[in-house]
């Protein structure tokens, strides 16, 4: 007998028929002779429809209490689950991530797990319970509330699983794993067999929607194997663990695509010291993550200034961007919504010259502008329209050889 | 400076519009100088949208799952008004039932207020924040979740304000008061500037919905006056409380109608010992409230035995009753769900006689037929035909002068 930590999304439990769905997959591996614990995300749209009700009240809700209204959809799901496996006949408990011993610090809206105290689930196991944990919650030391931001139900269920010292964690979802690029663009795509954490990581921080970068960082601090599977079929998943054979490391793995950019230009600055503090300063305090920064070489003491944002913020950002650069001298600032990222991912890129070029002369090939690269040890990025991400998928996928094992 | 305790119904609070008045209404009471605790009940249909969830997934769901789902309802409705509150610009802290230190026993949605630790409360008055306690709820010593059952909300605010030592408990909903009879029905019914518990309690218990019984009762032990008032005006309410004066007392008080009420009839039972036991006992066990039991004077060793429960249960005691009577001998069963009780109320009737003789001769008089009779020593109760109940209130009213104080 062993203690497993599944985790299952919102889209896997949108209604009533898929609640009792996972109910049966639950107790299968119940009988089969494993102890569970699971985690689940809220059923279908109630953190938007939550969201809406709280932006009707206020156009700023309090975050404190936005987390208090939150946690609610998690519980839920919870309790809902647990009725549907008390309905088929086995014993099981729900519990807020309050009552499942996760502390977190008092951050609202992205709170950290600070620490768990697995006491009650323990016995809850021993009683024979099936465990069912809400998602996405925690509690401070003063008994409050909060939540861990996006990915908050992946990383509970890492987490949880590391705590309690599990062989593997599970996360079952409406993809069957992780594909080479995505299988809706690339037709061609191949599901993975298994990934190294830092693949993951680039990967799902660049686009791939399949499971969020901070459960795979937990993944990767406590060595716990993530199983990314269907909850819908009994396909075999992806396995996001260490130590992938050198022959497979030495290739790109994966490709990621990302519409959420935008790109401001800043055009007509004058080069001098403390221009990009005057710009960058006030959208930190905002709140705004800058993605990539570039600044043409000067002409006469004349430069362009460029960098990319999430799309999702381009209005904030012009609004807190324009009046500046006027202030600063500049001739104008411009906002494009058109734009798009498109990564490559593979660890053996780290030791292996000549990807980037590779992936550039493709792009040329193909007819497609880059308009701006980013790169780590085992990415390249590059920046590109938005309509041309179909064909740089394609012709990636073709040019890397992710067609074959 | 005082601390006050004001309960808003799910009416009061429905949609996000409503949810701001109330914000601006505990407001005003704030800035008149006062603090301020306020007990929410869930908006609108949110229970009951919580029910049919649970329903969908269990016939039966368990209790325990069920308490905590539906607990969430009040912790939407809190979290919102806190939200409102603070787009107003006034600070507030939403509690849970568990957070504001409301301890239970563990019987599942119907769960008793075990104590009340009015720390956490303190120390947010202290802060200067408007508190708000999601009410129905409450947690066990193991820190489970449970829900109090029908009236949870009033009760959770009068045992707060019993708690907190405050002067009055003020509960808003969407009638203005208590009136003498069903405004609905009797258009001349006269609003009470103020009833004893007692009265309160019999008027509540027999179909008055203003305000739940079990508050009333724990309003009388720890003498804590109850203001109920609408929401929606300024009007003055009705004041629950101790020790109205003798020449009011004298007089009915106030009529109360119920039509949630059906009559059984076992036909032709042998009268012998231990058939109420048989019939019962079962009834008990299944969690059924029998209400009024008369049993017919016995001709030749047959005799009749009739019986009142509410009417939402008509079906499954039928399904109890009917194999039990045939097996005792009984020549039939018969169920009737078209009855409904009125009752008229006053404490100056348990030394006054006379009243009982009034009010059956009135309905004679209208033409009414009473089918049982019960009574407490400030209470008669008639339960006649549904259809009469208007014509019954109407006469009632003008027998014993309700028109006027």
Redesign the interface.
Known sequence: MSLVVQKYGGSSIA??EK??NIARRIIRRKEEGDEVVVVVSAMGDTTER?LR??S???????Q???D??L??GE??S???L???L??QGHN???L?GA?AGIRTDASYSRAYIRAINPQ?ILKELKKGNIVIVAGFQGMTGD??ITTLGRGGSDTTAVALAAKLGTAICEIYTDVSGVYTADPCIVPEARKLKEIDYEEMLELASYGAKVIHPRAVELGKVYNMPILVASSFTEETGTLIHEGISMEIQNKVRGIAHDLNVAKVTVVGVPDRPGISTSLFEPLAEAGISVDTIVQNASVEGITDLTFTINRSELGRVMDIIKPISLSIGAKDCIGDATLAKVSIVGIGMQNTPGYAARMFRTFYDAGINIEMITTSEIRITCIIKEEKVPDALRVLHSTFDLYED
Request: net charge neutral; with cysteine; proline share 3%.
């Open positions: 209604d009533a609640l009792k939550l009700f709280a009707q009240v206020s156009k700023c809700p309090n404190r209490e936005l208090f209204l946690s609610t519980i839920i919870s309790t809902l647990a009725i549907a008390h309905d099981a408990v729900s807020s009552q009650r008994m409050d």
